[in-house]
Antibody, heavy 119, light 108 residues
Framework: QVQLQESGPGLVKPSETLSLTCTVS????????WSWIRQFPGGGLEWIGN???????FYNPSLKSRVRISGDTSKNQLSLSLTSVTTADTAVYYC?????????????WGQGILVTVSS | SYELTQPPSVSVSPGQTARLTCSGD??????AHWYQQKPGQAPVVVMY???ERPPGIPQRFSGSSSGTTASLTISGVQAEDEADYYC???????????FGGGTKLTVL
């Protein structure tokens, strides 16, 4: 079955750029939507945006000016870039596959990676 | 920004029925999906498209939606059902996805 694994630095300094990678195994990233989702320390979940190889990318309007999601089909990986981070961006970051579009639900999820923004 | 509203907590005794709710203005037009999250784990979908149960999810989980409120019902709650539950749907455009604040289900 499809499995996702997030990777990247666990500590980022304020004002710098958060960069994460999601490696997809057991299936191709081509032809499907993939999302990044984050969960704050208090528990709330926030959809960051999604990516379709060769197609549209949509971002949460609240993050649109700072976020970019891309994919590398040769490596079967997704990437997340979030610029000008603050402590409010401290969260567990998940990548997830999208099922259907009515609206989509998220399955499967990666295990998540904790990113702390601190000097 | 669109909001989905969930009660912060629900408590039930084992064997009882737990009904978790999720309210949102676009729910008459958009499906709701539900996730269960246990400590230290990623969320897992337990209900999609209001009332569709994924393979492997026990039959005691059921879903419904009426007007601006979607519901997840757990009949005959078991200790293993203690978790955080999140609803998810889209705004009226269907493009942007949102999660409710989550309900912590406590099994007494």
């Amino acid at each position: 079955q499809v499995q996702l694994q997030e990777s990247g630095p666990g500590l980022v300094k304020p004002s710098e750029t958060l960069s994460l990678t999601c490696t997809v195994s057991g299936g191709s990233i081509t032809g499907s939507y993939w999302s990044w989702i984050r969960q704050f320390p208090g528990g709330g979940l926030e959809w960051i945006g999604n990516f379709l190889s060769g197609g549209s990318t949509f971002y949460n309007p609240s993050l649109k000016s700072r976020v970019r999601i891309s994919g590398d089909t040769s490596k079967n990986q997704l990437s997340l870039s979030l610029t000008s981070v603050t402590t409010a961006d401290t969260a567990v970051y998940y990548c997830a596959g999208e099922r259907a579009n009515s609206p989509p639900w998220f399955d499967p999820w990666g295990q998540g990676i904790l990113v702390t923004v601190s000097s | 920004s669109y909001e989905l509203t969930q009660p912060p907590s629900v408590s039930v005794s084992p064997g009882q029925t737990a009904r978790l709710t999720c309210s949102g203005d676009a729910l008459p037009k958009q499906y709701a999906h539900w996730y269960q999250q246990k400590p230290g784990q990623a969320p897992v979908v337990v209900m999609y498209k209001d009332n569709e149960r994924p393979p492997g999810i026990p039959q005691r989980f059921s879903g419904s939606s009426s007007g601006t409120t979607a519901s997840l019902t757990i009949s005959g709650v078991q200790a293993e059902d203690e978790a955080d539950y999140y609803c998810q749907s889209a705004d009226i455009t269907g493009i942007y996805q949102f999660f409710g604040g989550g309900t912590k289900l406590t099994v007494l």
